[in-house]
């Protein structure tokens, strides 16, 4: 992304001009452009651009941080942000709720570096009449499926990029190249309707990452697989085990163990509009969270996840780190300044979805490490189970305990042989003894690397980008259902 603005020669203007202020500065610039496509029944559909550029101001005073963004580029629009900054530091400072110590060397470590997506061809390669082939390309063959009454290919096109710069000597910047798709066959037959879809995939590729893909195949997958939805029997309800494939289980990884570890959740600070947490400070180091056999890890340097980087929003440098460690609760889902105030481990996670909002404790690559078990290995030793694939819907009380969700594809399992398809699969459980129902961890071959786009927390409110590698895995006496 070709970018002629120069954020250290503002900064030094600034200096030079007696702008910056405070007993610390911290300044982070961030520049983005998204191409949204879509296609249905073969023809163009719904496209968008946008491009957004700004700043975000730190001022650190005596403890106490203020904030300011602007977009306005110039010194004047800086003076601004930072008499902003400077006087939100001076009125949090008169309330003290909250003096944070060591803050060069603890909260804004200095580092330097940079982070670049893993790619071969930019973004920038791929043409808007190359995007709009493709994707009517998809979306025309899933709609000669029989049956199939509408179809749909969408893609969002996305370079970020990230300056860092401080009083104290940081220096950074990062540049993310990101795909996410999904295609989709909705199909009717004798008054039922089903849909099946690829399940949103997003990564860190450039334009060689669309080509690889090869979508024709998954198209016929997905005709195959909706048709046979249509003349499928209901899911049963009752108890068996319960094998999740990774494009339903990242989700579940995403809201009954993502969100529920999020430090400033945990702290109270989300309760008037997300909710708490039922994971309180003494669990960690103690919660028996699964099995041994489950280890959960926040990784954000897995090449081509979604949510990689070098560097958090508050210029921490990132590291993979257990959050739950042979089945026990070891570390949270927050960054230094959460950690300082909750005197828990956490992660290098403060993320902020644009220049216009401060960063936070965010997810970005939570994952399962892989395990010992095959597939056929999970199904030949179940008795009675059920496999389920690709999320339709979901609901979590605002604790983070209580849940069901519903999959858009299922089989029956009996006596260790997969068999019959069913329709609108659902499962149902809380997530502490969900989790320690766990039985079998899929090995490397059943591990996938998923993430999605649309992360929403925060007020005002922040999406962003998360993501989440995860195996097959395999869970007993599960609640199960059917109905839409």
Known sequence: MENHFDLAKLVQECKAHGITTGDWWGVREYRESNQFRMARNGKNGQHGLSNTHGVMVEVMIDG?????????LSLGGMKWAFEKAHNGALSLGALSLHKFKNWESDIRPAHTGEYRSPMQRELSEFSAREASDYLMNISGELRKGTH???????????????????????DWKQNFSIVTKDFSATAQKNGVV????????GHQVGVEGIHDFEGLKHCERLVKEVNELLDAPECPTDKRDLLLKPDQL????????????E?????????NYAGWSFVSPEDFGHLKYGPDILNVTFDPTIPNEMASYGFDDNGVKATKEYLIKEGTLVA?????ESQQRSQLSGVSCARACSWNRPAMDRMANINIEPGESSLQEMISSCEKGILMETNRS??????????????????????????AVVKNPNYRGSTVAFWNGLTHVGNQDTFEVWGSPYCGKGEPNQVIRV???????????IEVFGGA
């Not at 993501?467 to 006496?477: E, K, Q, V, Y």
Request: hydrophobic share 35%.
């Open 64 to 72: 106490h941080v203020g904030y300011a963004a602007t977009d306005n």
């Open 148 to 170: 199939v009454m509408e179809s749909m290919a969408y893609m969002m096109l996305i370079n970020t990029e990230i300056c860092y710069i401080s009083s104290n000597g940081s």
């Open 194 to 201: 089903q849909k099946r879809s690829l399940g949103m995939q």
């Open 250 to 261: 990242y989700l579940q990884v995403h809201e009954s163990i993502g969100h529920p570890l």
């Open 263 to 271: 430090l400033d959740r945990i702290l109270g600070d989300e309760r």
């Open 332 to 336: 949270g889902i927050g960054g230094v």
């Open 394 to 419: 979901w609901s979590i009380d605002d604790y983070r305990n209580k849940f069901q969700f519903g999959c858009e594809y299922a089989r029956l399992i009996e006596d260790g042989q997969l068999g």
């Open 467 to 477: 993501g989440h590698a995860i195996p097959t895995c395999r869970f007993t006496d």
